[in-house]
């Protein structure tokens, strides 16, 4: 199966950038969809930014369109930068690998996630 180990997280203050990182093992030749979720307390986990790495497509969520990018490799890796954060930006996000194509916004779609990582921004 594949595997998906994250980094990076932590604490900033709001308008600074900070960066994910995600790294697949396993058959990962099976995943061509890769993205970020994320989930706040009390509310849903929700799709923030996605990547068909065989073409390096990206797809955002409007609330974060412009403000972060998703970066991945043929080998089911993926980063995710983020930039001018805010504070409704906290949450535990989770980087994701899925077998459709191009990379779908609901959860179900995934088979494969990371073990969650907290970004916190004060204010």
């Known amino acids: 199966q594949v595997i998906l180990v994250q980094s990076g997280g932590g604490l900033v203050q709001a308008g600074d950038s900070l960066s994910l990182s995600c790294r697949a093992s396993?058959?990962?030749?099976?995943?061509?969809?890769v993205a970020w979720f994320r989930q706040a307390p009390g509310k849903d986990r929700e799709f923030i930014a996605g990547?068909?790495?065989?073409?390096?497509?990206t797809y955002y969520a409007d609330d974060v369109q412009g403000r972060f990018t998703i970066s991945g490799d043929a080998g089911g890796n993926t980063d995710l930068h983020m930039t001018s954060l805010k504070t409704e930006d906290p949450a535990i996000y989770y980087c994701?690998?899925?077998?459709?194509?191009?990379?779908?916004?609901?959860?179900?779609?995934?088979?494969?996630w990371g073990q969650g990582t907290q970004v916190s921004v004060s204010s």
């Open positions: 994701a690998a899925s077998t459709v194509v191009p990379p779908p916004k609901s959860v179900e779609a995934y088979a494969y």
């Open positions: 396993g058959p990962t030749y099976i995943t061509p969809s």
């Open positions: 990547i068909k790495t065989p073409t390096s497509k």
